[in-house]
């Protein structure tokens, strides 16, 4: 074998084990970011989450204004990067406890929804 073939060689076995280094470093930084994305929003994997807008009071539909779907879309990105579900229910329609779901209250003050803490 030549010089140059082994230089060659060499070359791409390097070239290979820091290509396969950089992809876990990589790998394991995503999963730490989405980790600790997760813990944040208290959304791990296959958890549930609910969407709250406001509903119209002539009509009775949901009534969600042309800001609030921007931020809609932003928040279903968010949820699916977390990996978890999303539904989207009306202020009057949301009947959950208190920390079962992670829940994004989006519109106006009609949308917040009012949790009483009753100690027990």
Same mark, same amino acid.
């Given at each position: 074998?030549?010089?140059? @073939?082994?230089?060659? @060689?060499?070359?791409?076995v390097a070239a290979g084990?820091?290509?396969?280094?950089?992809?876990?470093?990589?790998?394991?930084?995503?999963?730490?970011?989405?980790?600790?994305?997760?813990?944040?929003?208290?959304?791990?994997?296959?958890?549930e989450s609910l969407l709250? @807008?406001?509903?119209?009071? /002539?009509? /009775?539909?949901?009534?969600? %204004?042309?800001?609030? @779907?921007?931020?809609?879309?932003?928040?279903?990105?968010?949820?699916?990067?977390?990996? /978890? %579900?999303?539904?989207?229910?009306?202020?009057?329609?949301a009947h959950q406890g208190?920390?079962? #779901?992670?829940?994004?209250?989006?519109?106006?003050?009609?949308?917040? #929804?009012?949790?009483?803490? #009753?100690?027990?």
């Open positions: 074998m030549s010089d140059d @073939v082994r230089n060659i @060689v060499l070359g791409v084990i820091s290509a396969a280094l950089g992809w876990i470093a990589r790998t394991y930084l995503w999963k730490r970011k989405l980790r600790r994305k997760q813990m944040f929003f208290g959304m791990p994997e296959n958890s709250v @807008v406001n509903r119209d009071p /002539a009509t /009775a539909e949901p009534a969600v %204004h042309r800001i609030d @779907v921007f931020a809609l879309l932003e928040l279903s990105a968010l949820i699916k990067d977390c990996g /978890a %579900h999303a539904q989207v229910v009306t202020q009057d329609a208190f920390g079962e #779901r992670t829940e994004f209250c989006v519109g106006g003050p009609g949308s917040n #929804r009012r949790v009483l803490y #009753r100690p027990q």
